[in-house]
């Protein structure tokens, strides 16, 4: 038995998320898909994380074990698999590299930290609003990343976690927080975690758009953190301008 990593990217404009759902088409399930035709066996892939309906990854990491019985010795030839696995993948999936790793190495558990952005323009272009949100509210940003900070010193992010999510725990770490401005109207909001629960990022961004609207104060949104009910906080923004842009492990 031999443990993989798979790196790859994918639009996930098409997908019902990364994982496998009865009645919609995945992301891992067309990873599943290409690997067990090409290792001849059943293959299943467990993923860095999951991604919601919509939402993109520039960097996504899964691993899979294989005992393949036509494998040399040495293992897979690791190029030739990624190579092998782009023809058959659909062309918003797209894989970067294969690597042998070790048995203890878990693509999901052995993660320390997630980056993602959620992108937002400011005025109507064509060329953006597949991939990022078009607000048409001004926005005070500096408050916002002044609310943005508060997230840094926090540990339970109960507010920001989709209802009836199936989870033990609400405590997560994070890292980073903050607006970035790449043009006089566009900005994207990155945030680095250990971890992130269903929907967080999208109802943190849906909460500072608030702040930056003057709708709700710093001790506003303090008081929605200390809560830790969803129904606090503010609106889960569209999935489609959100990317799970980087794993660090």
Known sequence: MRRYFVTFSYDGTRYHGWQIQPNGDSVQERLQQALSILLREKVVVTGAGRTDA????????AHFDTTAAFMAEEGINCDQL????NKLLPYDIAVQKVELVSNTLH??????????HYYIHTVKDPFRSAYSCEIHYPLDF???NEAAR?????????AFCKSGAD??????????????Q????????EITAN??????????????????????SLDEFRKVLESGKRTEAGESMPGHALFLEKINY
């Open 54 to 61: 919509g939402v993109h990854a520039k960097m996504m990491v």
């Open 82 to 85: 990624a190579y092998k696995m």
């Open 107 to 116: 693509a999901r558990f052995s993660a320390i930290s997630r980056t993602y």
């Open 142 to 144: 500096a408050k916002m």
């Open 150 to 158: 508060l997230l840094k010193d926090w540990e339970d992010f109960g």
């Open 167 to 180: 989870v033990k725990t609400t405590i997560c770490h994070v890292m980073a927080a903050e607006w970035h």
């Open 182 to 189: 790449t043009s006089s109207t566009n900005w994207y909001f």
């Open 195 to 216: 971890r992130f629960l269903r929907n967080m990022v999208r109802a943190v961004v849906g909460t500072l758009l608030e702040v930056g609207r003057g709708r709700l």
